[in-house]
């Protein structure tokens, strides 16, 4: 089992940034490829970003290419998105996920454990 607690999530006006971070707790944390995915309301839970294991690997969703950065510290087991350049329509609630496997995957079901989530509202 792998425990993942969200945090750093906020209200920030357009153009501004947010770091989030996952901490993970449980089984061992640097083989497990991990992702950040967002839902906002009345939407799906859509992918954002993920990285695999040591960072060899790592995904984007179009949306937010060039504007949000993820990373990971494996010796700290947590993994960060750097948000930047944020945007109204980037308001939704992000959660952390992680596979039972290195390998990165970019949709929903292929996740096994999740956090709670964590808020970000940008204003415009």
């Known amino acids: 089992q792998v425990q993942l607690v969200e945090s750093g999530g906020g209200l920030v006006q357009a153009g501004g940034s947010l770091r989030l971070s996952c901490a993970a707790s449980g089984r061992t944390f640097s083989t497990n490829a991990m992702g950040w995915f967002r839902q906002a309301p009345g939407k799906e839970r859509e992918f954002v970003s993920a990285i695999g294991w040591f960072a060899r690997s790592i995904f984007y969703a179009d949306s937010v290419k060039g504007r949000f950065t993820i990373s990971r510290d494996n010796g700290k087991n947590t993994v960060h998105l750097q948000m930047n350049s944020l945007k109204p329509e980037d308001t939704a609630v992000y959660f952390c996920?992680?596979?039972?496997?290195?390998?990165?995957?970019?949709?929903?079901?292929?996740?096994?454990?999740w956090g709670q989530g964590t808020q970000v509202t940008v204003s415009s």
């Open positions: 996920a992680a596979r039972r496997t290195i390998h990165v995957g970019v949709t929903v079901g292929e996740y096994d454990y």
